[in-house]
């Protein structure tokens, strides 16, 4: 199995996806896998999916899984990179199922946090009144956590540290960033995000609080077509199994979204 990432330059063996239609097609491997999992931002699942049939229509015999999460590129890059480096590993994954459910307890445990210098022309969230006027005079530095619903946190308060994640940046991070950080110091990976999104504006940085899987999957129930492995939500590459529910943050598992 391979892993590509939505709106990513691609890291190690992830397989990096820009947004033109044919993208995830031309970046195939000569030799085609047979499971290819597509981890998605949430606003560029529709273009996943796009992209996911015309790879199917060219080459019928790979199965290819879109998930969709409440993270930015970086972060789902970093945690595809993790789950492939698992694999055949006797703490890791020998089959497509497996290295699914470790995604998704890893994407369930990370933080994707953006930082702005300011807020102004933020539309995800919305900033308040008095962050959008402060930042017509300075920038100040605002902190934002993905999929939790919370709005823009100003300067220093707006990180807080967490004991199980590494911090990871993607480029340089500006010394207004670094010291509002204060002693964590995020490790600089070399990795080009996607350009736009609802969630950045001029200035944004991504940083990643990444929690690796570093346990053994929780495979216990089988697909029926390809006999593998599956979380309860179903098998991403066929659709079988139960219902899921697209959650409202990232703390949920993300619905099995299968491309026929």
């Known amino acids: 199995m391979e892993i590509a990432v939505a709106g990513s330059s691609g890291l190690g063996a992830v397989i990096g996806v ?8 031309a970046a195939l491997p000569a030799a085609r896998p047979r499971h290819l999992l597509v981890l998605a931002p949430r606003h560029l699942e529709r273009s ?3 992209q996911a049939h015309v790879v199917v229509a060219a080459h019928p015999e790979v199965r290819v899984g879109v998930l969709p ?22 703490t ?14 890893s994407a369930a445990r990370s933080r994707s946090i953006v930082w702005h210098p300011r807020v102004l022309g933020l539309h ?3 900033p308040s009144v008095a962050q959008s006027a402060a930042s017509l005079f ?18 220093a308060r707006g990180y807080a540290p967490d004991g199980d994640e590494g911090l990871y940046v993607a480029g340089e991070a500006p010394p207004l960033l670094l ?12 990795l080009s995000p996607e350009g736009s999104a609802p969630y950045l504006t001029r ?27 599956r979380p309860p939500s179903g098998c991403v590459f066929c659709g079988t199994g139960e219902a899921a529910t697209r959650p409202d943050s990232r703390t949920g598992p993300p619905a099995a979204v299968p491309v026929p």
């Open 203 to 229: 200035g944004s940085v991504e940083l990643c609080g990444l929690a690796g899987p570093s346990w053994a999957p929780l495979a216990e129930r089988t697909c029926d077509v390809f006999a593998t492995g």
């Open 18 to 25: 820009s947004t033109e239609p044919t993208a995830l097609l």
């Open 124 to 126: 995800r969230p919305v």
């Open 69 to 90: 999460f409440d993270h930015h590129a970086l972060t789902l890059t970093l945690i595809g990179a993790a789950v492939l480096e698992l694999r055949g590993t006797p």
């Open 179 to 190: 010291s509002q950080l204060g002693e964590t110091a995020p490790q600089v990976v070399a």
């Open 92 to 105: 890791g994954w020998s089959e497509a199922g497996e290295a699914v459910q470790l995604v998704q307890q």
């Open 138 to 155: 300075r920038a100040g530095g605002y902190f934002v956590e993905l999929g939790t619903g919370g709005g823009p946190t100003r300067g």
């Open 48 to 50: 996943a999916r796009e």
